[in-house]
């Protein structure tokens, strides 16, 4: 197995988000705030090779808390996820011996399809483990991960139950979030033991079922699944908006973003900036957001300094960051950190 590309750590597969706008459809949300959020039509989320920035993950998964007000969205999101998400690697999960050579297929093409998460296998005697490294230039929130684990531990207890086996192959799951208010509902969703406040999200696998063989072998079907899984990839080509994100993500505090993006697409500023909007954005849109949700992730999970933040976040003074920060947060970044 080898892919034909490395997918950059900034954006993801967008029909991969399908079944969760349906949840959000089915509560009552209205289409034009979905679309609203990627700037795209539905018809056009649903483009088979359409991959976006991860600023337009965190959008949508603000969006549907707002909406909602369901600070468990991502459990019943995910519940549709196994019924309704039809994509190559969900039918080689499915198609695949056993778990190991599951879950080998799942380290090696997730990526692809989420970009928030990179996906490892530990092996110990007592247990395997699989790992999701959260890696990516804006970080998972809760509900992202909470869609993201219902997803796979539903396609886990899923390839156990479609081989006859009664067995559960997840052991336990860990978290790297804090506990949230209620923690009834994750264990029930997820049919195991959850804790929180751990380094990395993990998934802890019975390693007795996770090398047992559970279906026939069928190296021909295989190999086609994953064929078309190297197709879509090369297929699914970066547009200017998923490299202008890629550009921020690196150069963030730097004045010159913009003129040395041009200059590395080898572009005039105007072309650069036409093309970009028949995207749906304008680069300081886009630096506003990434910034937004930057700037979140540092309020939240670090301990510097808001001259050292608003500095990361390119701004010249910590006032300009203030202002932005009462534009976003409706506080103060103080504020915002204390509450």
């Not at 207890?157 to 052991?171: T, Y």
Request: proline share 6%; with cysteine; aromatic share 10%.
């Amino acid at each position: 197995m080898s892919t034909l590309y490395s997918p950059p750590a900034n954006a993801f597969y967008a029909p991969t988000l399908l079944p969760a706008i349906e949840e959000l459809q089915a509560r009552g949300v209205d289409l034009a705030l979905i679309e609203a959020v990627f700037r795209r039509s539905l018809f056009e989320l649903r483009t088979p090779f359409l991959r976006v920035p991860l600023v337009l993950s965190r959008r949508f998964w603000t969006l549907a808390l707002a909406e909602t007000c369901d600070p468990l969205i991502g459990l019943a999101a995910g519940r549709r996820f196994v019924s309704t998400a039809t994509n190559g690697l969900t039918y080689l999960f499915d198609v695949a011996a056993s778990l190991e050579s599951a879950c080998a297929f799942f380290v090696e093409y997730f990526p692809f399809f989420n970009g928030h998460f990179r996906a490892r296998i530990e092996r110990t005697e007592r247990q395997v483990i699989l790992r999701l490294e959260d890696c990516g230039s804006l970080k998972a929130t809760a509900p992202i991960t909470d869609y993201m684990l219902t997803s796979i531990s539903s396609l886990l207890h899923r390839k156990l139950l479609a081989s006859g086996l009664d067995q559960d192959p997840i052991v336990a799951i860990e978290l790297a979030h804090p506990a949230p208010a209620d923690t009834t509902a994750h264990p029930q969703a997820w049919r195991a033991a959850v804790s929180w406040g751990h380094a990395e999200h993990s998934i802890l696998l019975d390693p007795q079922v996770f090398s047992q063989p559970l279906t026939p072998g069928n190296q021909a079907l295989e190999q086609m699944l994953v064929a078309l899984l190297q197709q879509t990839q090369s297929n699914s080509q970066p547009t200017l908006l998923e490299l202008a994100s890629d550009h921020l993500a690196l150069h963030l505090a730097d004045n010159q973003r913009w003129p040395l993006f041009c200059n590395c697409q080898h572009l005039l500023e105007r072309t650069a900036a036409r093309r970009l909007k028949a995207l749906g954005w304008s680069f300081s849109e886009l630096l506003d957001e990434y910034r937004r949700y930057r700037a979140e992730d540092l309020l939240h999970g670090s301990a510097l300094e808001l001259v050292q933040i608003a500095d990361q976040l390119g701004y010249s003074d910590v006032q300009s960051f203030h202002r932005a920060s009462l534009r976003w947060f409706d506080c103060a970044p103080g504020a915002y950190r204390a509450r």
